[in-house]
């Protein structure tokens, strides 16, 4: 079937537990909405940082996924969910450009532009985590059909 | 600016457009007037079932769509007139706007022409596609 290409959207996948990124979207969640009320530029930036981490090593590597693994993973009962790496490594490039966004509205004094960058990513943060929203899902598939001809 | 207000502006519409969210995720939506274009199996790369074929479009950036493939999978298994097509909706782009799917993972459901008469997006029920597909003569 010429036409038809399966390879790319469910095959041969990285599989990571499921409950670290929504864990990791809680802290996010907690750190963006801090970062909101007090301006902070500096809690933007190590939150730019995570994102970093979260975008070019994956999701698995972040301070927020340790601390998944070394405090709440040992007293979770049940069976362990998996899920593919990919879908939350693209939420966090998409949380990083929001971040150098708000941070260069810090750095140029241009508040609303910190506040309207932080606002975006707190909004995908906080659906990620109480909704379990999946941010791929829905942007990915628009960006994909407006970039390529 | 160190004001409460932006923080409960965001948290509100977050609330409001999560609340929609899981509310429509997987629900079957028919189609007012069943004029799309006629595929088959040149197209969607699996003969049409005799009465339905559930046609899924997936991406990689996807969570659900595993889950959603898993389900569909599985149902078609004891219904021997319902037939199931996956299709990675960025390697088959033209398709995907010709039929304008928008997210993943999207399940539309053809009639035995091969004609969409509604569709699903995210994840649905077992309940969910079972109405569906029985709704489809």
Partial sequence: ???LNQSSATTKVKLIDARGPRFSAVITTLVLAIALVTQSAVLIALQLVVFAIGAFAGPAKTPYAFLFKKFVKPRLKGEVRTEDA????FAQS?????AVVALAGSLLSIPALFTVAVGFALFAAFLNAAFNFCLGCEIYLIAIRIIKK | MNSLTPLVVVLVLAIAFGVWYTRTRGEFRKKKTVNGPKLDASVIGVELGARVTMVQFSSAFCSPCRATKALLE???KTMPDVHYAHI???ANLELVRKLDVRST???LFLNSEGVEVGRAMGTPKRSQVLAAVNAIR
């Fill in chain 2, 88 to 90: 990675d909706a960025e």
């Fill in chain 1, 1 to 3: 079937m010429a036409v």
């Fill in chain 2, 74 to 76: 599985d149902m078609v």
């Fill in chain 2, 105 to 107: 993972p999207t399940t």
């Fill in chain 1, 94 to 98: 998409i949380g990083l450009i929001f």
């Fill in chain 1, 86 to 89: 990919r879908p939350p490594q």
